[in-house]
């Protein structure tokens, strides 16, 4: 059973600029939720997707969007970057139905100048 | 307004004692909490789970304990390894969401 994976590991962009982050749940696994970890900060829930549908959703404006692909990955897009959007972007998987479950990803470090 | 609270930043630790590290919540609604382990460059890693029908859980050398009534839950390790030296996270959610609410962790050093 392979892990969650994320892509890319870094990534640096620039004010306004839109990014797509990657994640690879674990098979089998039908939902998957998005974190923001600003430094020095707890991960903060940015979405979940069960099933290729939003599931849930964190106090983020709607420049960030997700898209679950039945294949078990899924995309975070973050439109009109801001400064304030530099952080460590997770993903988490879990099992279907059992969600408190979650398996982490190694992150995706983005900056934003 | 931060509903999971950890208050200490950072800890040390001699090997072979015992590491408690706390976590205070305001939400009553939460009704399951989780700590999880972070390594560098790493994701967090689950730890141990608690529901709020228990007041403790026991795996290992780690214990977690709830205390409903003041909203705080605690993390034991005995006795403490240099491996575990790692940021921890407690984590709280209510069943209806499954939405995670993180703290902002403690920094565990444990000291050979």
């Known amino acids: 059973e392979t892990g969650v994976t994320q892509s890319p590991t870094h990534l640096i962009k620039t004010r306004g600029q839109q990014v797509t982050l990657r994640c690879s749940s674990q098979?089998?696994?039908?939902?998957v939720s998005w974190y923001q970890q600003a430094l020095g900060q707890g991960p903060q829930f940015i979405f979940q997707?069960?099933?290729?549908?939003?599931?849930g959703r964190g106090n983020f404006p709607p420049r960030f969007s997700g898209l679950q692909f039945p294949n078990y990955s899924s995309e975070l897009n973050v439109n009109a970057l801001e400064l304030d959007d530099s952080a460590l972007y997770l993903c988490?998987?879990?099992?279907?139905?059992?969600?408190?479950?979650?398996?982490f990803g190694p992150g995706t470090r983005l900056t934003v100048t | 307004d931060q509903q999971v609270k950890q208050n200490s930043p950072s800890l040390s630790v001699q090997e072979g004692r015992i590491s408690i590290l706390n976590c205070d919540y305001t939400?009553?609604?939460?009704?399951?909490f989780l700590w999880y382990k972070k390594y560098p460059a790493e994701g967090p890693t689950f730890l141990i789970s608690?529901?709020?029908?228990?007041d403790k859980n026991e795996d290992g050398r780690f214990t977690v304990f709830l205390n409903k009534s003041a909203k705080h839950l605690s993390l034991h390790i005995v006795p403490s390894q240099p491996g575990d030296s790692a940021v921890y996270f407690c984590?709280?959610?209510?069943?209806?969401?499954?939405?995670?609410?993180f703290g902002t962790g403690t920094r565990l050093k444990v000291l050979a």
């Open positions: 997707y069960y099933r290729e549908e939003e599931n």
């Open positions: 939400n009553s609604m939460f009704d399951y």
């Open positions: 098979s089998g696994h039908n939902t």
């Open positions: 984590a709280a959610s209510d069943s209806g969401t499954y939405k995670y609410i």
């Open positions: 988490a998987s879990s099992p279907d139905g059992t969600s408190y479950e979650q398996y």
């Open positions: 608690i529901s709020s029908i228990k």
